[in-house]
């Protein structure tokens, strides 16, 4: 049987014709100035990952007023500072989002400190994959207990203790979207993240929710993790959601507020649409295949 190619969980997946890889002129911010962060201040939770570092590197080509960087592990946040080389400020918090406590001090510092807080991503998570009843209970609510009760508290926390103005952005996955044997865990517990963006899109009105599948990232510098049956997929740039992230902190990004959507999609293309987009909800979860009404579905036989 011949291997599957290599963009077999990329291309089909696609909402525009562009598919991208790579940082682009769009999402750049070393190149488009529309991107530039100068008065901006950004909090990365989940700081020391791929995906989580990339953000930050992202966010200092940018220029942003701050960088707060986030983790459990003091000694990996102060090797990302350091990696960092940054010209923006930084402000390094161990924290775990587990705790409501903790993302709610992380708050009350970057408030402390900067007196603001503008943009919000969160780039961590957990993948305890295994058919249910082969893995412990425990293993399987990790997912909920980090991909969702994590997210919720960051959110919490950001509306409560620093008003929820502002730009939340959540990494979530594909695996939210599909069935696969052993992915009962993470695949419920990243769409039940989407569904909190979209609930919290229209709880919030001063919050604007982004729900970002990153790719299938390439582990660069001892930073991120490739799940092994999906190495030969494995072709996107950490830069790429980093760069996105830039992106949709602008307001050329608001007809996608409590969506959605792949860093591999071209957003230039996507603003071309953003009218059809909000209209018919391209960028929101369906209920069911079949379509409900008054008249029941139109059965074809």
Do not use: C
């Not at 200092?60 to 010209?87: F, H, M, P, W, Y």
């Not at 926390?157 to 009962?184: D, K, Q, R």
């Amino acid at each position: 049987m011949a291997a599957p190619p290599s963009d077999a969980y990329t291309t089909p997946f696609q909402l525009t014709k562009s598919m991208h890889r790579d940082v682009y002129s769009a999402i750049d911010p070393a190149t488009n100035k529309e991107l530039s962060a100068t008065d901006k201040v950004i909090i990365v939770f989940g700081a020391t990952s791929g995906l989580g570092f990339a953000t930050a590197k992202s966010w200092n080509t940018a220029g942003a007023k701050g960088i707060v960087l986030v983790g459990r592990n003091s000694e990996g946040l102060q090797k990302a500072e350091k990696d960092l080389a940054a010209k923006s400020e930084v402000l390094s918090i161990t924290a775990d989002v587990g705790s409501v406590a903790d993302t709610d001090a992380v708050f009350k510092k970057t408030l402390e400190k900067f007196g603001r807080v503008d943009v919000v991503v969160t780039a961590f998570g957990a993948m305890a994959v295994a058919p249910v009843g082969a893995q412990e209970p425990a293993a399987w609510w990790e997912n909920f207990e980090v991909n969702t009760k994590g997210v919720y508290h960051v959110a919490h926390s950001y509306i409560t203790v620093a008003g929820g103005n502002g730009t939340l952005i959540n990494m979530v996955s594909l695996a939210a979207s599909f069935v696969a044997p052993g992915m009962s865990g993470y695949s419920a517990s990243k769409l039940a993240v989407i569904r909190l963006g979209e609930i919290l899109d229209v709880e919030q009105p001063g919050l604007r929710v982004f729900s970002i599948h990153p790719g299938i990232v390439i582990a660069e510098n001892g930073r991120g993790a490739v799940f092994e049956p999906f190495r030969p997929f494995t072709h996107d740039t950490a830069a790429l959601t980093g760069g996105l992230t830039t992106y949709l902190a602008t307001p050329k990004a608001d007809f996608l507020k409590g969506g959605y959507l792949h860093a591999n999609w071209d957003v230039v293309e996507l603003e071309k649409h953003k009218d059809e987009i909000v209209e018919k909800k391209l960028a929101k979860l369906a209920f069911l295949n079949g379509q409900l009404g008054p008249e029941g579905h139109p059965w074809s036989s």
